[in-house]
Nanobody, 118 residues
Framework: QVQLVESGGGLVRDGGSLRLSCVAS????????MAWYRQGPGKQRELVAT??????????ADSVKGRFTVSRIAANAGISMYLQMNSLEPEDTAAYYC?????????WGRGTQVTVSS
């Protein structure tokens, strides 16, 4: 089992920045990738960014390329994943969820709300 806890959401103005964090604990050695998803009001959940834990390779949704950066720090005690979000737009308003995927399947955090005001 893997436990995921997100933090860092909040209210920010159009053009502002936020940094989200996700801490993974439990069976972290069996995690292959971690990712950020988001779900805006009335929208389906969408993939924002993925990072491979071992090599650090990253993949981004077209809508956030050049504005968002995903990173991770892996240690014996846990894995921390970050999402640096710059040049935020009202369209980025959503609940952001941390996901971990590996040999034991997929796990989700409870989410953190990001609201961008115009």
């Amino acid at each position: 089992q893997v436990q995921l806890v997100e933090s860092g959401g909040g209210l920010v103005r159009d053009g502002g920045s936020l940094r989200l964090s996700c801490v993974a604990s439990g069976s972290i050695s069996r995690i292959n990738t971690m990712a950020w998803y988001r779900q805006g009001p009335g929208k389906q959940r969408e993939l924002v960014a993925t990072i491979f834990i071992d090599g650090g390779e990253t993949v981004y949704a077209d809508s956030v390329k050049g504005r968002f950066t995903v990173s991770r720090i892996a240690a014996n005690a846990g894995i921390s994943m970050y999402l640096q979000m710059n040049s935020l737009e009202p369209e980025d308003t959503a609940a952001y969820y941390c996901n971990a995927d590996g040999y034991d399947g997929g796990f989700w955090g409870r989410g953190t709300q990001v609201t961008v005001s115009s």
